[in-house]
């Protein structure tokens, strides 16, 4: 009984975490998609919505693939650019 139990807490927390990486990358992915549906909607290519934004294109691509975990200063940012309120991204 008391192996179970140790190899259950041994267990836990790795699982925990890995959970939370894939709860972390589904809301990045989430926010990507919504940049680049908005950013199609209005006709503007990655590089044009960096220009706009004053961030760069690698960043822009990253921010659409869910690879970054982005700022609130460049949430702002890109709302701005994409003339929305920021609530709109999620």
């Not at 267990?11 to 549906?37: C, H, N, W, Y």
């Not at 609130?72 to 701005?80: E, M, P, R, T």
Request: no cysteine; hydrophobic share 45%; glycine share 6%.
């Amino acid at each position: 009984m008391i192996l179970i139990v140790r190899r259950l807490i041994n267990i836990i927390p790795a699982f925990s975490q890995t959970m939370r990486e894939l709860d972390e990358k589904k809301v990045r992915r989430r926010f990507g998609d919504r940049v680049r549906a908005l950013r199609k909607e209005i006709g503007i290519s990655q590089e044009d919505l960096a220009l706009i934004a004053g961030l760069d294109r690698t960043y822009i691509g990253g921010v659409e693939r869910g690879e970054r975990n982005i700022s609130l200063v460049n949430i702002h940012k890109l709302a701005a650019a994409l003339n929305v309120p920021p609530r709109d991204l999620f």
